[in-house]
């Protein structure tokens, strides 16, 4: 199956710095990317919507300066929280579109997640 | 817009026994409706869908979901539990016009005890 991998899966960083977390499709190209969060024992709520080659579509609420994505290529999208905080601890997800078998199957494939710690 | 309930946080059920996670869904619209499953520390993984055609869907691993839309719910089921199911299990919605985002339920934790 579609394979979606996220890099790193864990990390740990000082109040105040900026954390860097890939999104990479490794077989298929992905037009659309969208970023998810996953407080401790809750749903997953979007983030934003990474389209390739133009700027991402955040949700209500979510700062745009604060988590900066990146959708560079058709296989790649960044998320960098800038600044962070402790309250910024959290499970960070993607999920990749099939640019050709997502418009038969509406199917979206999950990375393996990345949870940041911000001390 | 979109919304879908998981009404049960959590479900312990025996190993061996049959169980139902509950979904109910709202939306103006037609939606594509999904099951994914979460294993302590992983990522998603697509349990079973259903896109159109027929009502009732199964995944490889037992589990099965019925689309009831009158009933607007896409409950999931599984006639025997293993302690390897043991995990957190989430409905889902999209939007069937073409790529949208996923509205996820707030997950039911299914606990298989021996």
């Known amino acids: 199956g579609a394979v979606v991998s996220q890099h790193p899966s864990r990390v740990i960083c000082k109040s105040g710095t900026s954390v860097k977390i890939e999104c990479r499709s490794l077989d298929f190209q992905a037009t659309t990317m969208f970023w998810y969060r996953q407080f401790p024992k809750q749903s997953l709520m979007l983030m934003a919507t990474?389209?390739?080659?133009?700027?991402?579509?955040?949700e209500q609420g979510v700062e745009k300066d604060k988590f900066l994505i990146n959708h560079a290529s058709l296989t790649l999208s960044t998320l960098t929280v800038t600044s962070a905080h402790p309250e910024d601890s959290s499970f960070y997800i993607c999920?990749?579109?099939?640019?050709?078998?997502?418009?038969?199957?509406?199917?979206?494939?999950f990375g393996e997640g990345s949870r940041l710690t911000v001390l | 817009a979109q919304s879908v309930t998981q009404l049960d946080s959590q479900v312990p059920v025996f190993e061996e026994a049959p169980v139902e996670l509950r979904c109910n869904y709202s939306s103006s619209v037609s939606v594509y409706l999904f099951w994914y499953v979460q294993y302590p520390n992983q990522g998603l993984q697509l349990l079973l869908k259903?896109?159109?055609?027929?009502?009732l869907v199964e995944s490889i691993n037992g589990f099965e979901a019925e689309f009831n839309k009158s009933q607007t719910s896409f409950h999931l089921r599984k006639p025997s539990v293993h302690i390897s199911d043991t995990a957190e299990y989430f409905c889902?919605?999209?939007?069937?016009?073409?790529?949208?985002?996923?509205?996820f339920g707030t997950g039911t934790r299914l606990l298989v005890s021996p």
């Open positions: 889902a919605v999209m939007k069937n016009t073409g790529f949208q985002k996923l509205v």
């Open positions: 999920s990749a579109v099939d640019r050709v078998r997502g418009q038969l199957t509406g199917e979206l494939f």
């Open positions: 990474s389209n390739e080659g133009s700027k991402a579509t955040y």
């Open positions: 259903y896109l159109s055609g027929s009502t």
